[in-house]
């Protein structure tokens, strides 16, 4: 059974650090990995798409790495500024209809 | 990326009446969209899948009478909480995978308050 886990669960750093999230995932057979970040109260942003056969992805200040062989991606996002807080989500997709989430980062950025 | 939107953001509606939620993918198709449910603090609920053209799929414990969804063409799912109850109060987000890259997309989600 597939489990995603998310460490830390939350994190709060000054603005302007670079920084990683993480995301472990127990079996190696996926279709893809999400990220998402989502808003208080609000939906879930797609921030980047990792296909099984991909090992990273890049997106302006974002960058998302996939080891599938070790079960794990990371999330790392330069020069962080306050507008990132935000919950970070990782989800990988093990088959057409279902998507594994992790319980999510909690991001906090201090100006 | 590409854009889900949801229909209405926020409703508030009394104990008894129904409330339909629209969910659109705008600019691809979808064959099968996703109702998720959200409790304050808590993570997203998958509460069913659906693909075009047929019966939704429920998750377990989700009343498929209580909750109607009907997702008639490639670009558009609807979710119907009939007979709404205070417990029914919650974020309802939809979500829609893009077939080509098997990518999914998430709605805004809509504030769901029933007095």
């Known amino acids: 059974k597939q489990e995603v886990t998310q460490i830390p669960a939350a994190l709060s750093v000054p603005e302007g650090e670079n920084l990683v999230l993480n995301c472990s995932f127990t079996?190696?057979?996926?279709?893809?990995l999400q990220w998402f970040r989502q808003d208080p109260g609000k939906g879930l942003t797609s921030l980047l798409l990792?296909?099984?056969s991909q090992r990273e992805q890049t997106s302006g200040r974002l960058n998302a790495s996939l080891d599938k062989s070790s079960g794990r991606s990371t999330l790392y996002i330069a020069a962080s500024q306050p507008g990132d807080s935000a919950t970070y989500l990782c989800?990988?997709?093990?088959?057409?209809?279902?998507?594994?989430w992790g319980a999510g980062t909690k991001l906090i950025i201090k100006p | 990326g590409a854009v889900v939107s949801q229909h209405p953001s926020r409703v508030i509606c009394k104990s008894g009446t129904s409330v339909k939620i629209e969910c659109r993918s705008l600019d691809f198709q979808a064959t099968t969209m996703f109702w998720y449910r959200q409790f304050p603090k808590q993570s997203l609920m998958l509460m069913a899948t659906?693909?075009?053209?047929?019966?939704?799929?429920?998750e377990q414990g989700v009343e498929k009478d209580k909750f109607l969804i009907n997702h008639a063409s490639l670009t558009l799912s609807t979710l119907t909480v009939t007979s709404a109850h205070p417990e029914d109060s919650s974020f309802y987000i939809c979500?829609?995978?893009?077939?080509?890259?098997?990518?999914?997309?998430f709605g805004p989600g809509t504030r769901l308050t029933v007095l």
């Open positions: 990792i296909q099984s």
């Open positions: 989800a990988v997709r093990v088959s057409n209809y279902q998507l594994i």
């Open positions: 659906s693909n075009e053209g047929s019966k939704a799929t429920y």
């Open positions: 079996d190696s057979a996926i279709y893809n």
């Open positions: 979500s829609a995978r893009e077939d080509r890259h098997n990518e999914q997309f």
